[in-house]
């Protein structure tokens, strides 16, 4: 029996002691009930609702979903909850964009211009939609080539094409660094973050780290830390 309201007091403890460790949250502001500068996006890719409600009612708001489908049948199940959040978080392709911007908070993998414009025009056409879609850059920093994302030498770029976008708000980064990617990955990223910052005052988010590098990526400046397993127990395949 999966007990999710347990496993979000831990996973939450475990981002307090990574940001206690890196310098980030000092004793006496853990004393005086500091927020952690690192939030917590529950990964609820394949899990049901019924899971996603609890985790709810246990005090977690935002959830990341990566199977369009899937996640809008769940969005759908789950209007009920008024203060729900959800993040797009995996590969887009282009014929998938109106649903995205339709459905969804924050996006958090756009790497083509041509995506960005898409979600800027589908909510530019919806009349009903007036909250600005928040975005990240997806960056492939290790450079791998299963995965989506962009270059460093991109970053930019495309971060100029979505800050010129009306009902797109730049937010920031996100990155899957590889298996025990090297320290460099991380430094680079919390770079490539601060830079951004300086050039885009909406920029606040470093999308980075999940549960096998969250003490790395916490301590090299990630703002939103992206946990699945750890909250709802190992995934089921996906078909």
């Not at 206690?20 to 005086?32: H, K, N």
């Not at 797009?88 to 998938?96: H, L």
């Not at 601060?194 to 590098?213: A, E, F, H």
Request: glycine share 4%.
């Amino acid at each position: 029996m999966i007990n999710i309201k347990d496993n979000l007091n831990k996973i939450k403890a475990q981002i307090q002691q990574a940001c206690q460790q890196s310098g980030r949250l000092t004793p006496l502001a853990e004393l005086s009930k500091q927020s952690s500068p690192v939030s917590l996006l529950a990964v609820s890719k394949t899990k049901p609702t019924s899971l996603v409600e609890q985790a709810y009612l246990a005090g977690q708001h935002d959830f990341g979903e990566n199977y369009l489908q899937e996640a809008v049948e769940k969005i759908a199940e789950l209007t009920h909850l008024p203060e729900i959040v959800w993040h797009f978080i995996g590969p887009i392709q282009s014929n998938k964009t109106k649903q995205i911007a339709s459905n969804f908070s924050w996006v958090h993998s756009v790497d083509r211009e041509k995506i960005a414009l898409r979600l800027n025009q589908h909510l530019k056409d919806d009349n009903c939609h007036n909250t600005p879609l928040n975005i990240c850059l997806q960056v492939n920093i290790s450079n791998e080539e299963s995965k989506s994302g962009i270059t460093i030498e991109q970053v930019f770029s495309l971060a100029k094409i979505v800050d010129s976008c009306d009902k797109l708000t730049l937010r920031g980064l996100m990155a899957v660094p590889e298996k025990n990617a090297p320290k460099a990955c991380y430094e680079q990223m919390q770079q490539l973050f601060i830079q951004l910052k300086k050039q885009y005052p909406s920029v606040d988010t470093l999308s980075l780290g999940m549960s096998n590098d969250l003490d790395n990526a916490v301590a090299h400046g990630s703002t939103m830390v992206r946990i699945g397993t750890a909250i709802f127990g190992a995934r089921e395949n996906k078909i």
